[in-house]
């Protein structure tokens, strides 16, 4: 079964950029596709954008601008990149894979989830 | 706002099935799969139901799924005390070109 954790900085200044690495096991990088969700305090779920090895990826289009994703076949980990942060990317950023390679769509997988403030 | 909405939140008793709704549109659920999950603080988010009605392997079947035109639902029978969590919908949507998610449902169990 797919094993996901969250990695990275739990603080980040305005108008710099937010890293997170998921770090996988129990599966291969090749065989999912990976997604990023965030939950700022009290509100709904956010979908970031998913990537596949190959390259095929979405971006959510109110992110899109100043969001990277990048999957590392040789490391069997996958990462996020935001930048230009604000206090509005404030949240809970979980990392979730695919049920299978398949389908994008079901996040049969999910990270327990890392808290990144945004503040000075 | 999300496009999805779900009431705030839904409430039973010990053996009780509750039902949660989730209402859409023509772009989103009326023309894409519908996905639940459940979230507990602190814990992994768990995939419920894909496909409008499918269980995942390890998914119990006390969890049940279906899709009518523009809106959901997640029905959970004989609900237990760990069934308390928050509950959200999900599908793609074609006008936003985005995954979206429902407004969330908080479970009590009385």
């Known amino acids: 079964q797919v094993q996901l954790q969250e990695s990275g900085p739990g603080l980040v200044k305005p108008s710099e950029t937010l890293s997170l690495t998921c770090t996988v096991s129990?599966?291969?990088?090749?065989?999912?596709?990976w997604s990023w969700i965030r939950q700022p305090p009290g509100k709904e779920l956010e979908w970031i954008g998913y990537m596949f090895y190959s390259g095929s990826s979405s971006y959510n289009p109110s992110l899109k601008s100043r969001v990277t994703i990048l999957v590392d076949t040789s490391k069997n980990y996958f990462s996020l990149r935001l930048s230009s942060v604000t206090a509005a990317d404030t949240a809970v950023y979980y990392c979730?894979?695919?049920?299978?390679?398949?389908?994008?769509?079901?996040?049969?997988?999910w990270g327990q989830g890392i808290l990144v403030t945004v503040s000075s | 706002q999300s496009v999805l909405t779900q009431p705030p939140s839904a409430s039973g008793t010990f053996g009780q099935r509750v039902t949660i709704s989730c209402s859409g549109s023509r772009s989103n659920i009326g023309s894409n799969h519908v996905y639940w999950y459940h979230l507990l603080p602190g814990t992994a988010p768990k995939l419920l139901i894909y496909t409008n009605n499918q269980r995942p392997s390890g998914v119990p079947d006390r969890f049940s799924g279906s899709k009518s035109g523009t809106s959901a639902s997640l029905a959970i029978s004989g609900l237990r005390s760990e069934d308390e969590a928050d509950y959200y919908c999900a599908a793609w949507d074609d006008r936003m070109n985005r995954y979206v998610f429902g407004t969330g449902t908080k479970v009590t169990v009385l």
């Open positions: 129990g599966g291969s990088i090749r065989s999912y596709y």
């Open positions: 979730a894979s695919s049920l299978s390679g398949d389908d994008w769509g079901p996040l049969g997988y």
